[in-house]
């Protein structure tokens, strides 16, 4: 079977014959691909595209990679690379990750008689409804910078992107026929669009590192340290973290949040102010007045191996967005056990179940999330039920081979189904 991958991101095989880092996203995606290549009847292609003017393709790992030119010339010079490209691979199925990226419909376009299947990740048009997170317009317009004026980046245009994705993401779910989701969330809302599409379940697989790595511990952990996977834009809830730590910080005075990824707030050089976005000024305002300048850590971008080292060190590990769909974030801290707060979101409560796997709170409620937080930390017996019971569930829910073998399985029968329908057309 000759499957042919459309990413956003570019992989790590022909990043590094680019002369580019590894990317830090995506690591569901890496996980899926090392996999499928573990089953000799797959043949593995992934496109995406890339900032040069020339078609390449390039074979690393047993993968065949194709990189497109982010700017052709034209649409027509677009659809003539994914032609060349799919005349090359020959692939028996298309498999666009994501409903995010305009190049899935690029190739649809060129190439609309091969049989496809998109992967949802999230729901543009839903996070753009919570983009704001409630931080109040008022507070929006206050956090203005410069470089937010200069880019035309500020949260307002964030929210307007989201919000002009979520129109190309409705044109995939009413052109294809066929996606796989993993939460009732992405299957409500992909049916509210289409109702007619189908609906394939497939869980997703995490990185190495989280099922190798040691489990937490409780007598190895770090006391009253938080963990945050990210925190570059408001959906990620940063802010509602902090006034939840507000009103803890007086009774655990070596409170932390360590957050992972750039430091949005940087203050080190002129560099660092000038480039300082929106939601960075808003929260470096927020850490200054709540008095938390010595209690919030930005890591820094992680490889894997990093992240599983914070999960293991932290007390706690909360996911606060105002919006998800089943965040690897999350199944990332319960794989190794760390206990998990997050917020009652999209498809969140399918990952955890109250008070077993983890606690659940309204996102905006940060008196409740206070109070979930106070209970870790004062509660070992409570800490190691939600341990204990957050692998479990992880295990299940992200086993590769399992879940491998079901988008194998999703493969043969999307294949079947439209060439059948192919068939009976031309009858």
């Known amino acids: 079977m000759r499957v042919l991958w459309i990413t956003n991101i570019i992989f790590p095989g022909p990043s590094k014959v680019l002369g580019l880092p590894a990317p830090v996203v995506g690591g569901w ?8 290549n573990s089953f000799n009847e797959i043949i593995l292609g992934v496109a995406t595209t890339y900032h040069d003017n020339m078609f390449r393709s390039l074979d690393s790992d047993k993968v065949l990679y194709y990189l497109i030119p982010s700017k052709p010339a034209s649409s027509e010079k677009s659809k003539e690379y994914w032609r060349k490209l799919c005349d090359e691979f020959k692939p028996d199925i298309i498999h666009i990750h994501g409903t995010e990226n305009a190049i899935g419909l690029d190739c649809i376009k060129a190439c609309p008689s091969l049989n496809y299947i998109v992967s949802i990740q999230g729901i543009v048009s839903l996070c753009a409804k919570y983009y704001y997170a409630d931080i109040s317009k008022r507070e929006i317009i206050s956090s203005i910078t410069l470089r937010d004026l200069v880019l035309m980046d500020t949260i307002f ?39 007619s599409l189908t609906y394939h379940f497939c869980n997703e697989s995490l990185r190495d590192s989280f099922y190798e790595a040691s489990k937490w511990r409780i007598d190895h952990k770090t006391d009253f340290s938080i963990f945050l996977s990210q925190s570059s834009y408001p959906l990620k809830g940063l802010h509602q973290v902090l006034k939840a730590v507000a009103l803890l910080k007086k009774d655990y005075p070596g409170i932390k949040i360590r957050v992972a990824g750039k430091n949005i707030i940087g203050n080190n050089n002129l560099k660092d102010r000038i480039m300082r976005s929106g939601y960075g000024a808003y929260i470096r305002r927020l850490i200054r007045k709540l008095k938390l300048d010595e209690i919030v850590v930005f890591t820094g971008n992680l490889n894997e191996e990093q992240m599983a080292a914070e999960y293991r060190n932290a007390h706690v590990f909360i996911c606060p967005s105002s919006i998800e769909n089943s965040p690897n974030s999350l199944g990332e801290a319960q794989l190794i056990g760390l206990p998990s707060i997050a917020s009652h979101s999209g498809g969140i ?10 606690l659940l709170y309204n996102y905006e409620d940060i008196e409740m999330l206070a109070y979930y937080i106070r209970r870790i930390f004062e509660d070992d017996t409570l800490a190691l039920k939600l341990s204990e019971a957050g692998i479990k569930a992880a295990s299940v829910r992200h086993n590769r081979l399992n879940n491998t073998e079901t988008m194998i399985s999703i493969y043969r029968k999307v294949i079947n189904e439209q060439n059948a329908a192919k068939t009976i057309k031309t009858t």
Request: net charge positive; glycine share 6%; hydrophobic share 35%.
């Open 29 to 36: 995606m890496l996980a899926l691909a090392k996999q499928l």
């Open 157 to 195: 245009h964030g929210k307007k992107k989201f919000e002009s994705i979520s129109k190309m993401e409705n044109e995939y779910f009413l052109k294809l026929q066929h996606f796989s989701g993993r939460t009732r969330w992405d299957y409500v809302h992909s049916k509210a669009v289409n109702p």
């Open 349 to 358: 409560p399918d990952m955890i179940i109250h008070n077993e796997s983890g």
